[in-house]
């Protein structure tokens, strides 16, 4: 069974302040890893798809990388409203579309 | 682009009453997804749907929950009878595996239900 572990659980930065947020995962083969960015009373917000090691995709200051056990989101110099729950999931490699999900980060950025 | 839409956005009813969530997915999107978020389980897939037909309802806690997708643009979720334990936020997310977005799912803003 694929299991996606993120920690830590919940991360409390100064603005300006950078860091790294970890998932790690279990599955069988990977098809795909997403990153997510959830607000209180929204639904996930899509940020990346990576699909191999080695892959590295950026937006703004977000950045996510892949490796064969786990996947990190770099955040640079943050802001308060980057504060968020970052959730990750995988989808394997079986011909299906069911995606785990890790149960989030909660980040939050003090000014 | 209208994203996934899904109504009612707060339900509170009463135990025994039947709920009924709607959603329409992406215009284009063949794929669709209803899940389950809780504080203590995160984000559980309930069932999916490809082409309107049901692929996978493993997920689907037990025989008071269906679901249904009638057309390409809509799909119910319908608890009947409903219990304390299934307040929720439940959300819908569509995709379009075969499309340049390829199996990125997208979700809709959730219906939070409160059954008392």
């Given at each position: 069974e694929d299991q996606v572990t993120q920690s830590p659980e919940a991360l409390r930065l100064q603005e300006g302040e950078s860091s790294s947020l970890n998932c790690s995962y279990t599955v069988s083969g990977l098809r795909g890893l997403f990153w997510y960015r959830q607000d209180p009373g929204k639904g996930p917000e899509f940020l990346f798809t990576l699909y191999s090691a080695g892959e590295e995709k950026e937006k703004e200051r977000l950045k996510a990388t892949l490796t064969k056990k786990e996947s990190f989101l770099h955040i640079t110099a943050p802001k308060p409203e980057d504060s968020a729950t970052y959730l990750c999931a995988v989808l394997n490699s079986g011909g299906y579309q069911k995606v785990t999900f890790g149960t989030g980060t909660k980040l939050q950025v003090i000014p | 682009d209208a994203g996934v839409i899904q109504s009612p956005r707060h339900e509170v009813t009463e135990m025994g009453q039947e709920v009924t969530l709607r959603c329409k997915p992406i215009s284009g999107h063949n794929s669709l997804f209803w899940y389950r978020q809780t504080m203590m389980r995160g984000l559980e897939l309930l069932i999916y749907f490809n082409n309107n037909v049901p692929i996978d309802d493993s997920g689907m806690p037990e025989?008071?929950?269906?679901?249904?997708?009638?057309?390409?643009?809509?799909?119910?979720?319908?608890?009947?009878?409903?219990?304390?334990?299934?307040?929720?936020?439940?959300?819908?997310?569509?995709?379009?595996?075969?499309g340049p977005t390829g199996e990125t799912q997208y979700f809709g803003p959730g219906t939070r239900l409160l059954v008392l």
């Open positions: - | 025989d008071r929950f269906s679901a249904k997708m009638p057309n390409a643009s809509f799909s119910t979720l319908k608890i009947q009878p409903s219990e304390p334990r299934d307040s929720a936020v439940y959300f819908c997310a569509s995709s379009d595996p075969l």
